[in-house]
């Protein structure tokens, strides 16, 4: 069965330092996202990606992140100056279409550890 | 702006029980959909069940079934004959379009 994947699993860098988190979508999905999850709260939507853009971003999605969809496989989150706070499960999701009828399949999640 | 609230944190049951678990959301639209979402100890979110707004039979999977009250914007999970496997946080989430906004969580915890 087709799946989200997401590399690394375990990312740990400095604050400062610019992380780059990579997905893997299911090859026939055209809507993109990434969603966070601080530790032991809910999770949170960033961004949504379509047709080489962002469709939607939240509020906590700012100037330091960006998403990339570099080639037809990978789908990216940059954080360019990391944070404390930044410190989160994220996780990747994609789906065939952008309406709640499309079911989102999630990855495993990268866990970003600030220091 | 939409919101959904989990407000068990922790929830516990006897292995083959039935357990409830509670949602309420806000909205002020009249379409939309609803999802419980199921996260085990690895972390990966794992789709359980779907409701359309729109339609007023309740969604069943198998073991999962919902009652879905629309009126009182409510939205509860019951997992009948549990097991197991069913021990995780399990999460509601809403949305209108792409973006899925969820409840804070409750803890499920089966008992052998």
């Known amino acids: 069965e087709p799946e989200v994947t997401q590399t690394p699993s375990h990312q740990v860098t400095q604050m400062g330092q610019e992380v780059i988190l990579r997905c893997v979508p299911i090859?026939?999905?055209?809507?993109f996202y990434w969603y966070r999850q601080i530790l032991g709260q809910k999770v949170e939507f960033l961004v949504s990606?379509?047709?080489?853009?962002?469709?939607?971003k939240s509020e906590i999605f700012d100037d330091q992140f960006s998403v990339e969809r570099p080639d037809g496989s990978n789908f990216t989150l940059k954080i360019r100056s990391t944070k404390l706070e930044d410190s989160a499960m994220y996780f990747c999701?994609?789906?065939?279409?952008?309406?709640?009828?499309?079911?989102?399949?999630f990855g495993p999640g990268t866990r970003l550890t600030v220091t | 702006a939409q919101t959904v609230t989990q407000s068990q944190p922790e929830m516990s049951v006897q292995e083959a029980e039935t357990v409830t678990l509670s949602c309420t959301y806000d909205?002020?639209?009249?379409?939309?959909?609803l999802f419980w979402y199921k996260q085990p100890p690895s972390r990966q979110m794992i789709l359980v069940i779907r409701q359309e707004a729109y339609k007023q039979q309740n969604a069943t999977e198998n073991r999962f079934s919902v009652n879905f009250q629309k009126a009182a914007k409510s939205f509860s999970l019951k997992i009948s004959d549990s097991q197991l496997g069913d021990a995780a946080m399990y999460f509601c989430a809403y949305t209108r379009g792409s973006r899925l906004t969820f409840g804070e969580g409750t803890q499920l915890t089966v008992n052998p």
């Open positions: 909205t002020s639209e009249s379409d939309y959909y």
């Open positions: 999701a994609s789906s065939e279409g952008g309406q709640g009828t499309y079911e989102q399949y």
């Open positions: 990606f379509y047709n080489n853009e962002i469709s939607e």
């Open positions: 090859s026939n999905h055209l809507y």
